[in-house]
């Protein structure tokens, strides 16, 4: 007989005053050593849906995956509920947490559809409930419950295709709220001998390390990288300046664009969902205060705004150069139209596809004397300035000029990038499915 399998996930936990579902995970994980189980997966740290109007940061969602003694079962519920319960920011307005417990050797077809809508789109409670009533699973939720939404979407993001890893090392009660400390050189030193198995380290165009949050939540620092072993390395290569309580290394769908659905049609862009659309440049772009850049893109059913915001950096000075008769593709959270803006997508990345040809009009020169010719006003021809010559039936030359751009990927820059983006380093190391191998010896620690 083979053992009982249990998933348990969790979300919404934390507040913007603190905590953080993954530190949650981290503690369920050492309580659980108590009943012996036996893990099958590092820790899954899934990202769902980045454009869901009540997140709290991330949006991020954990479930844990483990074979268990069957005799162990209600102290291992109640463990996980005593910790989730301890752990919940509860009386804070916008935590709604949510804990569901799933008994099964393998995750049903339909909760894996389940959760990538929850990556791609918004999806309702009801249809939470109504999968976890069907596959006899069991939840928990406090306030709206509406935690148990991503907590039974994590149960259902089985990894089985791209997915990347993370060690997150936590802070000491006594630092929370504190300025994180970290020796911010050997961060630098650590993507450089570790790259490209490595990512978002560092933003090279502000020289400024991205791996340390800010806000009051325990993370000190988080490293994400392809596999287990090199977060790992690059773990032991990062000067922590102040003690780590505990660190874990979790599996996950961040810097994998799961988040992005092809779409059709321009017509049927959904707000709230994020897409990939295929579009040509239909009107100039244009800089909005602040510097965010703003142009237009059409296809046969419909035409929709594309916005490079000033965070995007490089990707602002790539869309400032296109122009009308452009293709495109572009990525990006789509924003619902209102009275004063159409519908419009966020970018994250382009992809130029075809340039159009940039026209120039220019005088020729004095058939006489060399000279450039000038215009004599609208229709009525040349004269030149030098020699004096007239020349009616002369015109403007028609000259394609060059574009300072190439077709090509653009992606936002490092520092706005969202968790789930793929950022061009990972272009080439996608993994096509998940190879369960046996998962390494110390993948958490905690030094109390
Ligand atoms: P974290 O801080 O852990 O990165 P977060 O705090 O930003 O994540 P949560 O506090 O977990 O996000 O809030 C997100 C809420 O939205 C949760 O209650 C979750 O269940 C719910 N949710 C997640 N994805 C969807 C979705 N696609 N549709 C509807 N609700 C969702």
């Known amino acids: 007989m083979t053992s009982p399998v249990m998933h348990i996930g969790l979300d919404d936990t934390d507040s913007t005053k603190g ?44 479930c844990l995956r483990f074979i268990y003694d069957s005799g162990f079962e209600e102290q291992i519920k109640d463990t996980a509920i005593t910790l989730w319960e301890e752990q919940s920011a509860v009386n804070e307005k916008g935590t709604d947490p949510g804990i569901v417990f799933l008994q099964t050797q393998y995750v049903p077809e339909e909760l894996i559809l389940f959760a990538k809508k929850a990556e791609t789109r918004i999806v309702k409670l009801e249809d939470a409930l109504t999968l976890i009533k069907k596959f006899k699973a069991e939840a928990l939720g406090f306030n709206t419950c509406r935690g148990i939404i991503g907590a039974l979407a994590a149960v259902g993001e089985t990894l089985n295709g791209d997915h990347t890893y993370e060690l997150i090392a936590y802070r000491q009660h006594q630092n929370l709220g504190t300025k994180r400390r970290v020796d911010a050189e050997s961060i630098f030193e650590m993507d450089k001998t570790l790259q490209p198995l490595t990512f978002n380290n560092v933003d090279y165009d502000k020289g400024r390390v991205i791996i340390t949050p800010r806000g009051p ?36 769908n961040q810097g994998t664009d799961a988040h992005l659905k092809p779409a059709t049609s321009l017509s049927s862009l959904e707000p709230y969902s994020s897409v990939i659309a295929k579009g040509i440049v239909s009107q100039n772009p244009r800089i909005i205060p602040l510097r965010h850049v703003i142009f237009s893109i059409r296809d046969d059913t419909a035409e929709v705004d594309c916005a490079a915001y000033e965070p995007t950096g490089d990707l602002r000075k790539i869309a400032r150069e296109l122009i009308v008769g452009d293709t495109v593709e572009v990525y990006g959270a789509v924003h619902k139209a209102t009275p004063k803006k159409p519908l419009t997508i966020n970018l994250e990345k382009i992809k130029i596809l075809n340039l159009a040809t940039k026209t120039l009009f220019e005088n020729p020169l004095c058939p006489n004397c060399g000279k450039r010719l000038k215009s004599m006003g ?47 380093r990972r272009y080439g190391l996608e993994k096509r499915q998940y190879e369960s191998l046996p998962m390494i010896g110390d993948w958490h620690s905690s030094f109390p």
């Open 19 to 62: 905590g953080c579902t993954t530190y949650l995970a981290a503690l369920l994980i050492e309580s659980l050593g108590a009943f012996r189980v036996s893990f099958l997966d590092y820790p899954n740290l899934i990202r769902l849906n980045p454009n869901v109007p009540w997140k709290t940061r991330g949006n991020g969602a954990l």
């Open 217 to 252: 939540d325990p993370i000190l620092f988080g490293i994400r990288g392809e596999t287990p072993q090199v977060v790992k390395e690059a773990y032991q290569l990062v000067k922590p300046l102040e003690h780590v309580e505990r660190w874990v290394i979790f599996r996950s």
């Open 378 to 424: 609208k229709n009525q021809g040349l004269r030149c300035e030098g020699c004096g010559g007239k020349f009616p039936d002369l015109k403007k030359k028609e000259l394609s000029a060059p574009r300072a751009i190439k077709p090509g990927l653009y992606v936002t820059s490092t520092r706005s990038q969202r968790h789930l983006t793929k950022p061009l």
